[in-house]
C-alpha cells in the first residue's frame, strides 16, 4: 500500500542552525511534491512544491530536494529562527488520478533560542 | 477574498446525533477538499468534488456525506455521530491545473461524546 513518512514527530533545533526534515514515500509515483506549514490550531498553508524531474527548489531560507531514485524528499531551513517552529507536512500528488493530495504525519519542529 | 471558510470552528456533539460541517470558497476554485486530522495521523482524505455536481470518495468516507451544488459550497454531512469521528476537520480548495497547491480553511473542532 502506498504510503509517506516524515522522519519523526518532533525535531529540536538550536537557533541559527540549519533543519534537516525528511520525507520518504513507498508504493508511490509522484508527479510532483508540496510542503506545508501549519501552526497550533490553524489549516496548513502552502509553502513549496518541487517536481519530479527538479532536483532542488529554494525560496528564501528554505531549500527542498527530492529523489525519486531514494522515494525521498528533504526540507531545509537554514539559519533557523524560533518563528520557524511550526509542524511541516509533505504532501505527494500523483501522475495519475491527480486530483488527489495524499499527506505526510507532519514533524513538529522547534526552534530553541 | 476570504479564502476558505469553514463554519463552525466548534462542535460538541452526542452519539446519534447528526450535523453538516460548512465550507466555502471565494476563489472560484473548482477543486475542493475534506480532510481530517487526528493527532499524529496527518490529513485523511474524506471527500473530494473535482466541480459542481461531481463528489467521489477519499481514504475514510465512512460515516460522511458530502454534495456539491454549487462551484462555492462544499458541505459535509455527519450521520449518526460516533465517537471516532472526534478529530480536526479541514476543508480545501485548489484550481485544476498543476501545480495546484491548497488553500485550507481554519478547520472546525468536533467532539462527540
Known amino acids: 500500500s502506498q504510503k509517506i513518512e516524515q522522519n519523526s514527530e518532533a525535531l529540536n533545533i538550536q537557533e541559527g542552525k540549519t533543519a534537516t526534515l525528511t520525507c520518504n514515500y513507498t508504493n508511490y509515483s509522484p508527479a510532483y511534491l508540496q510542503w506545508y506549514r501549519q501552526d497550533p490550531g490553524r489549516g496548513p498553508v502552502f509553502l513549496l512544491l518541487?517536481?519530479?524531474?527538479?532536483k532542488e527548489k529554494r525560496k528564501e531560507r528554505l531549500k527542498v530536494t527530492f529523489d525519486t531514485t531514494l522515494k525521498q524528499s528533504l526540507f531545509h531551513i537554514t539559519a533557523s529562527q524560533p518563528a520557524d517552529s511550526a509542524t511541516y507536512l509533505c504532501a505527494l500528488i500523483s501522475n495519475f488520478g491527480n486530483e488527489k493530495l495524499t499527506f505526510g504525519t507532519g514533524t513538529r519542529l522547534t526552534i530553541i533560542p | 477574498n476570504a479564502g476558505v471558510t469553514q463554519t463552525p470552528k466548534f462542535r460538541i456533539l452526542k452519539i446519534g446525533q447528526s450535523m453538516t460541517l460548512q465550507c466555502t470558497q471565494d476563489m472560484n476554485h473548482n477543486y475542493m477538499y475534506w480532510y481530517r486530522q487526528d493527532p499524529g495521523m496527518g490529513l485523511k482524505l474524506i471527500y473530494y468534488s473535482v466541480g459542481a455536481g461531481i463528489t467521489d470518495k477519499g481514504e475514510v468516507p465512512n460515516g460522511y456525506n458530502v454534495s456539491r451544488s454549487t462551484t462555492e459550497d462544499f458541505p459535509l454531512r455527519l450521520e449518526l455521530a460516533a465517537p471516532s469521528q472526534t478529530s480536526v476537520y479541514f476543508c480545501a480548495s485548489r484550481t485544476q491545473g498543476f501545480p495546484g497547491e491548497l488553500f485550507f480553511g481554519e478547520g472546525s473542532r468536533l467532539t462527540v461524546l
Open positions: 518541487i517536481r519530479e524531474n527538479e
